[in-house]
């Protein structure tokens, strides 16, 4: 990338038009849309690996510094100026040296996330800056001058935070690793959510144009529990209970994330039900705690044979068919 100040176009520059890939009765606004496709296309920050496309930028720039500027696209048309803007038939100008007589002028490459600019002022409230703020998202402020483009940010880095569930509900602290090679420690709030996104301002790429370095985003991931399944703040659990406690109820004990605790488990209840603890899933911190979800499994003895003959006779004498209503 040119370094500000430098020159372009010492050799000799292409029709604006030609450049552009338009007619010349082409619209103020067809110009426009054809210079900010091309310089969306080879702008440097978005090829840092293809040293070609700065000069298409480059060139793009300078026939949208005649086309885009009604007075000059003007004398261009009528054969005043050349491509480069310099008066046809003056001899010995020099782009970038001093006096530039005759209107000429030279570009400047400015690294503060604008594009090239005439030098020496006079642009008629002309800037193609102004397209590249609405292009990548340069800030700008309005001074007594020239409107002054903020540099562009580094880039943002992705990584993963891997943590337990009991690290998920107490909080802490834990370590990533960054594609930048650094290693952090971040801090991770109580309760936080599978999936959640914690952004580290500042901790990304650095700014290749002297901007403010971009922020590491961290998703966290809740690493997989013996028996609890995470969905959002809440928990879910498969809870095996005997023949007998599915039959005749009672209390059962239920593990949660502070100890167990006691479930009344109604008469009759088939395998397959769900129950709810309220507040029992993740803390919620200034929102409501998740709550625990427990569906039931009926589980058989290992030794069978003092049921079977008691299934026998209920075969025979109390013989019902739970499928009926899937007929």
Same mark, same amino acid.
């Given at each position: 990338?040119?370094?500000?100040?430098?020159?372009?176009?010492?050799?000799e520059?292409?029709?604006?038009?030609?450049?552009?890939?338009?007619?010349?009765?082409?619209?103020?606004?067809?110009?426009?849309?054809?210079?900010?496709?091309?310089?969306?296309?080879y702008h440097?920050?978005?090829?840092?690996?293809?040293?070609?496309?700065?000069?298409?930028?480059?060139?793009?720039?300078?026939?949208?510094?005649i086309?885009?500027?009604?007075?000059?696209?003007?004398?261009f048309?009528?054969?005043?100026?050349?491509?480069?803007?310099?008066?046809?038939?003056?001899?010995?100008?020099?782009?970038?040296?001093?006096?530039?007589?005759?209107?000429?002028?030279?570009?400047?490459?400015?690294?503060?996330?604008?594009?090239?600019?005439?030098?020496?002022?006079?642009?008629?409230?002309?800037?193609p800056?102004?397209?590249?703020?609405?292009?990548?998202?340069?800030?700008?402020?309005r001074?007594?001058?020239?409107?002054?483009?903020?540099?562009?940010? @580094?880039? !943002?880095?992705?990584?993963t935070?891997? #943590?337990? %569930?009991? $690290? *998920? &509900?107490?909080? +802490? /602290?834990?370590? =990533?690793?960054?594609?930048?090679?650094?290693?952090?420690?971040?801090?991770?709030?109580?309760?936080?959510?599978?999936?959640?996104?914690?952004?580290?301002?500042?901790?990304?790429?650095?700014?290749?144009?002297?901007?403010?370095a971009?922020?590491?985003?961290?998703?966290?991931?809740?690493?997989?529990?013996?028996?609890?399944?995470?969905? @959002?703040? !809440?928990?879910?659990?498969?809870l095996? #209970?005997? %023949?007998? $406690? *599915? &039959?005749?109820? +009672? /209390?059962?004990? =239920?593990?949660?994330?502070g100890?167990?605790?006691?479930?009344?488990?109604?008469?009759?209840?088939?395998?397959?039900?769900t129950?709810?603890?309220?507040?029992?899933?993740?803390?919620?911190?200034?929102?409501?705690?998740?709550?625990?979800?427990?569906?039931?499994?009926?589980?058989?003895?290992?030794?069978?044979?003092?049921?079977?003959?008691?299934?026998?006779?209920?075969?025979?004498?109390?013989?019902?068919d739970?499928?009926?209503?899937?007929?």
């Amino acid at each position: 990338m040119p370094r500000a100040g430098a020159t372009i176009g010492l050799r000799e520059m292409r029709d604006p038009y030609t450049v552009l890939g338009l007619g010349k009765s082409a619209s103020a606004a067809d110009i426009k849309k054809a210079f900010r496709k091309l310089a969306k296309a080879y702008h440097p920050d978005q090829n840092k690996s293809d040293p070609k496309a700065k000069e298409k930028f480059a060139e793009a720039n300078q026939a949208y510094e005649i086309l885009g500027d009604e007075k000059k696209r003007g004398q261009f048309d009528r054969g005043e100026i050349d491509a480069e803007g310099k008066p046809r038939g003056f001899e010995g100008f020099h782009p970038g040296g001093g006096g530039r007589p005759g209107g000429g002028f030279h570009y400047e490459f400015h690294q503060d996330g604008g594009g090239p600019f005439p030098g020496g002022g006079g642009r008629a409230g002309f800037d193609p800056g102004d397209i590249f703020a609405d292009l990548f998202g340069f800030g700008g402020k309005r001074g007594g001058g020239p409107q002054q483009h903020a540099r562009p940010r @580094g880039e !943002d880095v992705v990584a993963t935070a891997n #943590i337990s %569930l009991n $690290e *998920a &509900v107490k909080g +802490g /602290k834990t370590r =990533v690793f960054l594609p930048t090679g650094r290693t952090l420690e971040v801090n991770i709030p109580a309760g936080i959510e599978d999936g959640k996104q914690i952004r580290l301002k500042g901790q990304g790429q650095p700014s290749q144009m002297g901007g403010e370095a971009g922020d590491a985003l961290i998703t966290v991931r809740i690493a997989k529990h013996p028996f609890f399944k995470v969905e @959002g703040r !809440d928990l879910r659990l498969d809870l095996p #209970i005997t %023949l007998y $406690e *599915a &039959v005749l109820g +009672g /209390k059962v004990n =239920v593990p949660t994330l502070g100890g167990a605790v006691e479930l009344n488990l109604p008469p009759g209840s088939n395998g397959g039900k769900t129950l709810r603890l309220r507040g029992k899933g993740l803390p919620g911190g200034k929102e409501a705690d998740g709550d625990l979800y427990v569906t039931l499994r009926i589980v058989l003895p290992a030794n069978v044979d003092d049921l079977s003959d008691l299934m026998r006779r209920w075969e025979k004498d109390k013989r019902y068919d739970p499928r009926d209503g899937l007929r």
